[in-house]
């Protein structure tokens, strides 16, 4: 009883101690808020609301979606007057998985492009839609969890929202790729006329690349945090939770790689069914930081 009366007396010192010389320190996108403010109702959403949880059930929902989400993007390719968009878009997901779990990927890519039907334009259109569109539905029932139930909102709206949201990341992922050719073909015809060195060349091309990567990652957490949260607590379109998702995603994905394609064992111990394992650990570990970035934005909205 001792000890246990110590360690609360030293973690309420500590409380004192933070509130002190943090309550006067705000950081950029919290709003004038406190950090320390801020940081209570954080750290209170991230160990009473069971992020863990929530984010199993959405990387789970997003892993179903996955098969769908490819069929009615490959489906809509031909429709879009751009050459070879179905190339440049199997390269781009490319660059953000693992070897093992594109090759996956990339198998259904295939089969969807070479098998085009036309029935899919039909009834099986209108149900990739509705499939595809269930990750963003259950991210939006994950983002109004915790609310009273009169803020909560309706099948109707979290259905509609999520196709608006499905479409605007699509939409997103092509602008992205579009504005890679132009800036790739325009550094060219720069290259052309000045003449840059060799050495140069390649890693200039990287850095506008990283640099339209980011970008991509940083609006799709913007769009889903500005247009998924609920009516009652809109956010500025450029949050810090947005900023901070996007940091630990790239970082996290960037390291989930290094690991999977150096040091992992899922293929030796489960076989076919690894590749599998990584996508869905790949998933949980993205919809984890979704769910980070919601509770900051939540949290300098209630500090507020």
Do not use: H
């Not at 050459?83 to 089969?111: G, H, R, S």
């Not at 029932?141 to 915790?146: K, M, Q």
């Amino acid at each position: 009883m001792k000890i246990k009366r110590k360690i609360i007396s030293k973690l309420k010192e500590a409380d004192v101690f933070l509130d002190r010389k943090l309550v006067n320190v705000s950081l950029p996108g919290f709003r004038g808020k406190s950090v320390y403010q801020v940081g209570k109702f954080f750290m209170n959403g991230l160990f009473e609301e069971d992020l863990n949880l929530r984010a199993s059930s959405l990387a789970f929902n997003f892993f179903i979606a996955i098969f769908p989400l490819i069929i009615f993007l490959f489906t809509l390719i031909p429709y879009i007057p751009v050459d070879n968009l179905d190339i440049l878009i199997t390269e781009f997901i490319q660059k953000f998985l693992p070897a093992n779990a594109f090759d996956f990927v990339n198998e259904t890519i295939q089969d969807i492009i070479t098998n085009q039907n036309a029935g899919l334009l039909s009834f099986g259109f209108i149900a990739a839609l509705y499939f595809s569109s269930n990750g963003f539905a259950s991210m939006l029932a994950a983002f109004d969890s915790g609310l009273e139930s009169k803020m909560q909102r309706n099948w109707f709206d979290i259905r509609a929202k999520s196709v608006i949201l499905l479409f605007l990341v699509i939409s997103l992922l092509i602008t992205t790729i579009l504005l890679s050719i132009t800036f790739n073909y325009g550094f060219r015809f720069v290259d052309d006329q000045v003449s840059f060195n060799d050495t140069l060349t390649p890693i200039l091309l990287n850095i506008i690349e990283f640099t339209l990567t980011v970008s991509l990652v940083y609006f799709i957490f913007s769009s889903l945090y500005f247009f998924g949260s609920n009516k009652g607590a809109q956010w500025r379109f450029f949050s810090a939770g947005s900023t901070v998702a996007t940091i630990l995603s790239i970082v996290s994905t960037w390291g989930f790689g290094i690991y999977v394609e150096n040091f992992n064992s899922y293929n030796k111990l489960y076989g076919s069914v690894g590749t599998l394992l990584v996508l869905m650990i790949l998933i949980y570990v993205n919809c984890f930081v979704v769910l980070i970035g919601f509770e900051l934005n939540r949290s300098i909205d209630k500090a507020s």
